[in-house]
């Protein structure tokens, strides 16, 4: 009875924290991108400031070179206000490129481009963002858990053997 109970409850899974991972999916795979946003921030009129927005932006360029989000040297922002719309900047100082990515409207499509400070793009692809809400693990679950790692423990004492006496 006990195992057709914890069957029961491991399936379930919680969305309360409310965050949400963004995914670039170019036509040339030049580019690996994401951020996420929280839940306040997937509203209608919202403007993307959280800290995790910022601290979540990643893209990786074909040639290697991984790009984060992280101010004053660059640049993010986006919105829900009238739909989406998402304008980053991004530099690495270290080997003189920037990154700059746009994209707006229901389809979330919109285009990414690498290059150095001073020339041409070296890669650039359009595409289009898609999101998934991250699950988090409910309470259920984590009680579960604690409740067999409890029991697995008490019943391990229970059963060790004792070592006879010398």
């Given at each position: 009875?006990?195992?057709?109970?914890?069957?029961?409850?491991?399936?379930?899974?919680?969305?309360a924290q409310g965050?949400?991972?963004f995914t670039w999916?170019?036509?040339?795979?030049?580019?690996?991108?994401?951020?996420?946003?929280?839940?306040?921030?997937?509203?209608?009129?919202?403007?993307?400031?959280?800290?995790?927005?910022?601290?979540?932006?990643?893209?990786?360029?074909?040639?290697?070179?991984?790009?984060?989000?992280?101010?004053?040297?660059?640049?993010?922002?986006?919105?829900?206000?009238?739909?989406?719309?998402?304008?980053l900047h991004l530099?690495?100082?270290?080997?003189?490129?920037?990154?700059?990515?746009?994209?707006?409207?229901?389809?979330?499509?919109?285009?990414?481009?690498?290059?150095?400070?001073?020339?041409?793009?070296?890669?650039?692809?359009?595409?289009?963002?898609?999101?998934?809400?991250?699950?988090?693990?409910?309470?259920?679950?984590?009680?579960?858990?604690?409740?067999?790692?409890?029991?697995?423990?008490?019943?391990?004492?229970?059963?060790?053997?004792?070592?006879?006496?010398?």
């Amino acid at each position: 009875m006990k195992i057709l109970l914890l069957a029961l409850f491991l399936p379930l899974a919680s969305f309360a924290q409310g965050t949400f991972l963004f995914t670039w999916h170019g036509q040339s795979n030049f580019f690996q991108a994401s951020f996420e946003l929280t839940a306040a921030e997937m509203q209608p009129g919202a403007v993307f400031n959280s800290p995790l927005f910022y601290s979540s932006i990643e893209v990786t360029s074909l040639d290697g070179i991984t790009y984060r989000g992280t101010p004053p040297d660059n640049f993010a922002a986006g919105d829900y206000i009238s739909g989406f719309e998402l304008a980053l900047h991004l530099n690495d100082f270290a080997r003189g490129m920037e990154l700059s990515a746009g994209a707006s409207g229901a389809s979330m499509t919109g285009v990414m481009h690498e290059k150095p400070f001073s020339g041409g793009d070296l890669y650039f692809e359009t595409g289009y963002w898609t999101y998934s809400e991250i699950p988090e693990p409910s309470s259920a679950i984590l009680l579960t858990a604690g409740c067999i790692l409890f029991m697995t423990r008490k019943r391990g004492k229970r059963f060790q053997r004792v070592p006879p006496n010398s």
